[in-house]
């Protein structure tokens, strides 16, 4: 079973940066898409952002400008730059790897903003 291994997480203060890294523990094929999502305590995953086997991307409004998602589909690896943290994006951060007939999730990782 393939699984996906997130690192890069941690605390960082207001205005701070980090970088999310997500590699696959094996070959996943036809990948349709990959991308992050977080859950922030007492509410819902949602979506961060996303990258489609063409390198369109796709963000929440929320992280526009601030983040960036990119990825290589042959090396199963997705990555996550945060700039410009805030508080409110303190959340447990997750990878997501999609083909056609799977969805492949991470561990999370937790990501805290200091103010």
């Known amino acids: 079973q393939v699984q996906l291994v997130e690192s890069g997480g941690g605390l960082v203060q207001t205005g701070g940066s980090l970088r999310l890294s997500c590699a696959a523990s094996g070959r996943i094929f036809s990948i349709n898409a990959m991308g992050w999502y977080r859950q922030a305590p007492g509410q819902q995953r949602e979506l961060v952002a996303t990258?489609?086997?063409?390198?369109?991307?796709n963000y929440a409004d929320s992280v526009k400008g601030r983040f960036t998602i990119s990825g290589d589909n042959a090396k199963n690896t997705v990555y996550l730059q945060l700039n410009s943290l805030k508080p409110e994006d303190t959340a447990v951060y997750y990878c997501?790897?999609?083909?056609?007939?799977?969805?492949?999730w991470g561990q999370g990782t937790q990501v805290t903003v200091s103010s």
């Open positions: 990258i489609t086997s063409g390198s369109g991307t």
């Open positions: 997501n790897i999609k083909t056609w007939t799977t969805a492949y």
